[in-house]
Structures are given as C-alpha cells and as structure tokens.
Nanobody
Framework: QGQLVESGGGLVQPGGSLRLSCAASGFTFSSFAVGWYRQAPGKQRELVAS???????NYADLVKGRFTISRDNAKRMLYLQLNSLEPEDTAVYYCRGARMAIDYWGQGTQVTVSS
C-alpha cells in the first residue's frame, strides 16, 4: 500500500513564498511520475506541476515561472516551491504518484494566500 503525506501548507501574504513537501512510502518512488494538484472551493481539481521518473517537468501556465517542482529519489520526497503567491493560488494542494494503473494520492495540505 503506497502512501503520500503532504506538509508545509499555511497562510501567507500575496507575494510570499511557501515550500510544500510530500513524503512517499510503500512503493518504488523512483519509478513513478509524481505531481502536485490543487483544488479550490467550487472548482475542479487541476494539475499544477508534474515530474517524470526521468526528471522531465511540466507546469500549468498560471504557475510557470513562479512554482518549481523537484524530487529527491534517495529521500523519497517530492517538493513544490511556491513563489510570488497570489490569492488565486489558494487551494488544497495534493501530491500524486502514478505508474500505469497504479495511482496514489495524499490527503492534501491547505495553502491560503491572503492579506
């Protein structure tokens, strides 16, 4: 049974920064594509950023240049650095690991951007 646990969410002011972490266990982390998703109230869950097992990254247009996804396979960790945060970034952020038909999700961490 694979498990993902997010941490690092919180309340920040517009323009501020935050670093989210996701700890993986129970599966071969290095062989999985992993990513960050978010869901704001009243909206669909959307992909924020992803990184393949080979290290190729992909970002949603709205976060490109502001967010950075990275992984540390030795530590079985996934990270998301969020800079220049905007109120529109407020959402629950989830990490996900996927490989073929296998799909693991974390419980999410709340990010709130407000003055």
């Amino acid at each position: 049974q694979g498990q993902l646990v997010e941490s690092g969410g919180g309340l920040v002011q517009p323009g501020g920064s935050l670093r989210l972490s996701c700890a993986a266990s129970g599966f071969t982390f290095s062989s999985f594509a992993v990513g960050w998703y978010r869901q704001a109230p009243g909206k669909q869950r959307e992909l924020v950023a992803s990184i393949t097992s080979g290290g190729a990254t992909n970002y949603a247009d709205l976060v490109k240049g502001r967010f950075t996804i990275s992984r540390d396979n030795a530590k079985r960790m996934l990270y998301l650095q969020l800079n220049s945060l905007e109120p529109e970034d407020t959402a629950v952020y989830y990490c996900r690991g996927a490989r073929m038909a296998i799909d693991y999700w974390g419980q999410g961490t709340q990010v709130t951007v407000s003055s």
